[in-house]
């Protein structure tokens, strides 16, 4: 059985679930910032589903924070000194410019603890992501067959 944990609305109060059980593991100093990542991605995909479910799989216990909009398209993790923002690998490549002062791998971008996190740009990642995410997930369509006449 998956677990879903549904993103509160302004109008709804949130009960503590596995997102905010990691955010609560990680060192105090990241809190903020990984509250921070959190609101970029709800902000930037509203709907979105947040889970903690899509890294279970056997000898391995990943409890990371994810997005799914039908298909994980985001997620967010702490390893000193970075909060780091995981998304396609498509969001990684349409913003390279603006991410040359960042480290980045082809779906991270990791943002230094001692710098303020630029909430525009991981917003941009994420819309990005989420953008590639639906391109990939629609059926092509068969090209037609010639007749012979």
């Not at 905010?20 to 593991?25: Q, T, V």
């Not at 995981?86 to 943002?111: N, S, W």
């Amino acid at each position: 059985m998956t677990e879903e944990l549904i993103v509160p609305t302004p109008k709804t109060k949130s009960k503590p679930n596995k997102t905010d059980a990691y955010i609560a593991k990680c060192p105090k100093v990241a809190h903020a910032p990984l509250e921070k990542v959190r609101a970029a991605i709800r902000a930037a995909a509203p709907g979105a589903t947040e889970r903690t479910d899509y890294f279970q799989w056997p000898g391995y216990s990943y409890e990371d924070p994810a997005f799914d909009y039908d298909g994980m398209f985001a997620w967010f993790t702490f390893k000193h000194p970075y909060i780091r923002l995981h998304v396609r690998p498509g969001a990684i490549q349409q913003h390279k410019k603006e991410l040359a002062a960042y480290t980045t791998t082809i779906a991270v971008v990791c943002f230094p603890m001692d710098r303020p996190i630029p909430m525009a740009l991981a917003k941009k990642l994420v819309k990005a992501s989420v953008n590639e995410m639906k391109a990939k997930a629609k059926p092509k369509s068969k090209p037609k067959s010639k007749s012979k006449s």
